[in-house]
């Protein structure tokens, strides 16, 4: 299956980078076109943001201000929770990403969050034309960045464990999944439940690792594994 874990390590540190460079774009824009801006503001909002308030009243200004320190730090936070459950989904089923290669499957995840950030409206304020075509190519190239940077994280967070096939009769059991003859990514410095399932006139004989991978009791058919580099791990069988 993968790690969620270490989807979730990945995710903090290039969700952090991700949401975080678009809404400091998103700042960038309208402090550069703050006329253009305030312009928008007083005509959508007229009542509420006057371009000239009254007394102890809310003006064009001070609406501004509340869409950079208010407004934007939210769609921020809302971003960075919907990065972050995508980057848990993207560790959980990364083996079982149907295409090959750590930044390929990143790239497919993060467009994957990109629709989502673009069907809830938390890309930013594209408060005309022109910025909404600025917004766009800057979260565009954004989200590549992201999507390499997440599969980059999450091999730099994992370690790939080669399992024996079932030529002996055994199948090898990893937390409860089948993973005889696969090639799976675990979190690096993890522990894990492993069992030889016998079958047919085979029985259990012994554990044999590689690698940095390693058994707690290589002779017991039910034991821990502990993932501390790339390896292999193999149930070899005897006759009945």
Request: charged residues 15%.
């Amino acid at each position: 299956m993968g790690s969620g874990f270490a989807g979730i390590k990945a995710g903090v540190v290039a969700g952090v980078v991700y949401i975080g460079a678009i809404s400091l774009f998103n700042v960038l824009l309208l402090y550069v076109l703050k006329q253009d801006v305030l312009r928008v503001i007083t005509q959508q909002y007229p009542t509420v943001c006057p371009a000239v308030p009254a007394t102890n009243s809310t003006g064009v200004e001070d609406c501004f201000s509340y869409v950079v320190t208010g407004y934007l730090p939210f769609l921020a936070f809302l971003g960075f929770f919907v990065s972050l459950a995508y980057a848990w989904v993207f560790g959980r089923l990364y083996d079982l990403i149907p295409v090959k290669g750590a930044r390929m499957k990143g790239l497919m995840v993060a467009f994957v969050v990109l629709l989502n950030l673009v069907f809830f409206g938390l890309t930013g304020v594209p408060f005309d034309q022109a910025a909404s075509l600025l917004i766009s190519a800057f979260v565009l190239a954004a989200t590549c960045g992201y999507g390499i940077m997440m599969g980059l994280l999450y091999e730099r967070y994992t370690k790939r464990v080669n399992f024996g096939d079932a030529s002996g009769g055994l199948k090898i059991l990893v937390d409860g999944r089948d993973f005889t003859g696969k090639t799976r990514t675990f979190a690096t410095k993890s522990e894990h439940e492993i069992r030889a399932d016998a079958k047919g006139g085979n029985s259990f004989k012994e554990w044999v690792v590689s690698g940095g991978v390693s058994v707690e009791d290589n002779r017991s058919f039910e034991t821990t594994m502990e993932v501390n580099g790339d390896g292999m791990l193999r149930a070899d069988s005897r006759k009945s």
